[in-house]
Protein backbone atom coordinates (compact mmCIF):
# COMPACT_ATOMS: atom_id res chain seq x y z
CA UNK A 1 0.00 0.00 0.00
CA UNK A 2 2.94 2.28 0.80
CA UNK A 3 4.63 2.06 -2.12
CA UNK A 4 1.00 2.51 -4.40
CA UNK A 5 0.54 5.34 -2.82
CA UNK A 6 4.06 6.63 -3.35
CA UNK A 7 3.59 5.77 -7.25
CA UNK A 8 0.55 7.63 -7.29
CA UNK A 9 1.92 10.75 -5.20
CA UNK A 10 4.04 11.11 -8.85
CA UNK A 11 0.82 12.82 -10.00
CA UNK A 12 0.90 15.46 -7.50
CA UNK A 13 2.70 19.00 -7.48
CA UNK A 14 5.42 17.27 -5.34
CA UNK A 15 9.24 17.23 -5.95
CA UNK A 16 10.20 13.89 -4.11
CA UNK A 17 8.45 11.33 -2.52
CA UNK A 18 9.76 9.85 0.39
CA UNK A 19 8.52 6.56 2.10
CA UNK A 20 8.80 5.67 5.93
CA UNK A 21 7.77 2.01 6.97
CA UNK A 22 7.37 3.52 10.84
CA UNK A 23 6.69 6.92 12.47
CA UNK A 24 10.08 5.84 14.42
CA UNK A 25 11.31 6.61 10.69
CA UNK A 26 9.10 9.27 9.19
CA UNK A 27 10.79 11.74 12.30
CA UNK A 28 13.92 11.97 10.74
CA UNK A 29 12.97 11.98 7.37
CA UNK A 30 10.78 14.97 7.91
CA UNK A 31 12.98 16.14 9.73
CA UNK A 32 16.09 16.27 7.04
CA UNK A 33 13.72 17.00 3.80
CA UNK A 34 11.04 19.24 5.33
CA UNK A 35 8.04 17.50 3.69
CA UNK A 36 5.24 19.42 1.87
CA UNK A 37 2.62 16.62 2.85
CA UNK A 38 2.80 13.72 5.14
CA UNK A 39 0.88 10.74 4.33
CA UNK A 40 0.23 8.41 7.13
CA UNK A 41 -2.12 5.20 7.98
CA UNK A 42 -4.26 6.04 10.44
CA UNK A 43 -4.51 2.04 11.66
CA UNK A 44 -6.80 0.79 14.42
CA UNK A 45 -4.01 0.97 17.43
CA UNK A 46 -2.73 4.75 15.96
CA UNK A 47 -0.52 5.02 19.20
CA UNK A 48 2.60 5.96 17.35
CA UNK A 49 1.10 7.59 14.84
CA UNK A 50 -0.55 9.99 17.45
CA UNK A 51 2.43 10.62 18.90
CA UNK A 52 4.07 11.46 15.28
CA UNK A 53 1.57 13.91 14.62
CA UNK A 54 2.08 15.73 18.08
CA UNK A 55 5.67 16.20 17.66
CA UNK A 56 5.11 17.75 13.95
CA UNK A 57 3.17 19.68 15.63
CA UNK A 58 4.94 20.84 18.13
CA UNK A 59 7.37 21.66 16.12
CA UNK A 60 10.05 19.21 17.31
CA UNK A 61 10.36 17.55 13.97
CA UNK A 62 9.92 19.40 10.48
CA UNK A 63 7.35 22.07 9.86
CA UNK A 64 4.48 22.38 12.51
CA UNK A 65 2.09 23.41 9.94
CA UNK A 66 2.75 20.59 7.38
CA UNK A 67 -0.81 19.16 6.41
CA UNK A 68 -1.12 15.52 7.28
CA UNK A 69 -3.32 13.46 5.41
CA UNK A 70 -4.27 9.95 7.20
CA UNK A 71 -5.69 6.49 5.57
CA UNK A 72 -8.04 5.07 7.98
CA UNK A 73 -9.17 1.91 7.93
CA UNK A 74 -13.26 3.65 9.10
CA UNK A 75 -14.26 7.37 9.18
CA UNK A 76 -16.49 6.26 12.46
CA UNK A 77 -17.12 9.28 14.31
CA UNK A 78 -14.83 8.98 17.13
CA UNK A 79 -12.00 8.20 14.16
CA UNK A 80 -12.42 11.56 13.05
CA UNK A 81 -12.82 12.86 16.17
CA UNK A 82 -9.42 11.72 17.31
CA UNK A 83 -8.00 12.82 13.96
CA UNK A 84 -8.32 15.72 14.35
CA UNK A 85 -7.71 16.47 17.99
CA UNK A 86 -4.71 14.94 16.93
CA UNK A 87 -3.91 17.86 14.14
CA UNK A 88 -4.69 15.56 11.23
CA UNK A 89 -5.69 18.00 8.46
CA UNK A 90 -7.42 15.51 6.23
CA UNK A 91 -8.82 11.36 6.48
CA UNK A 92 -9.54 8.90 3.95
CA UNK A 93 -10.67 6.07 4.53
CA UNK A 94 -10.09 2.32 2.89
CA UNK A 95 -10.01 1.29 0.59
CA UNK A 96 -8.67 4.49 -1.20
CA UNK A 97 -9.33 5.55 -5.00
CA UNK A 98 -6.32 6.76 -6.89
CA UNK A 99 -8.80 9.78 -8.07
CA UNK A 100 -9.32 10.33 -4.50
CA UNK A 101 -5.81 10.39 -2.79
CA UNK A 102 -4.57 12.73 -5.55
CA UNK A 103 -7.17 15.04 -5.50
CA UNK A 104 -7.03 15.13 -1.65
CA UNK A 105 -2.94 15.57 -1.86
CA UNK A 106 -3.24 17.91 -4.24
CA UNK A 107 -5.39 20.17 -2.36
CA UNK A 108 -3.55 19.96 0.84
CA UNK A 109 -0.43 20.74 -1.13
CA UNK A 110 -2.05 23.77 -2.87
CA UNK A 111 -3.91 25.21 0.57
CA UNK A 112 -0.59 25.09 2.18
CA UNK A 113 1.58 26.68 -0.82
CA UNK A 114 -1.44 29.18 -0.59
CA UNK A 115 -0.71 29.69 3.16
CA UNK A 116 2.99 30.76 2.30
CA UNK A 117 2.15 32.67 0.15
CA UNK A 118 -0.06 35.10 2.02
CA UNK A 119 2.38 34.91 5.03
CA UNK A 120 5.34 36.08 2.97
CA UNK A 121 3.34 38.67 1.74
CA UNK A 122 1.86 39.20 5.37
CA UNK A 123 5.63 40.00 6.24
CA UNK A 124 6.38 42.10 3.41
Known amino acids: ???????????VPA??????RTPQQAVALVA????????????D???EGVLFVHRLR?????RADVPV???????????LESA??????DIIAKPISAVEIIARATDLIEQDRRRG?????AAE
Open 32 to 43: EHSPHLVIMDWS
Open 84 to 89: VETGID
Open 117 to 121: ESTEQ
Open 1 to 11: MRRLIGTLMGA
Open 69 to 79: LAISPSLHHAV
Open 58 to 62: RGEIG
Open 15 to 20: HEVIEA
Open 45 to 47: DPT
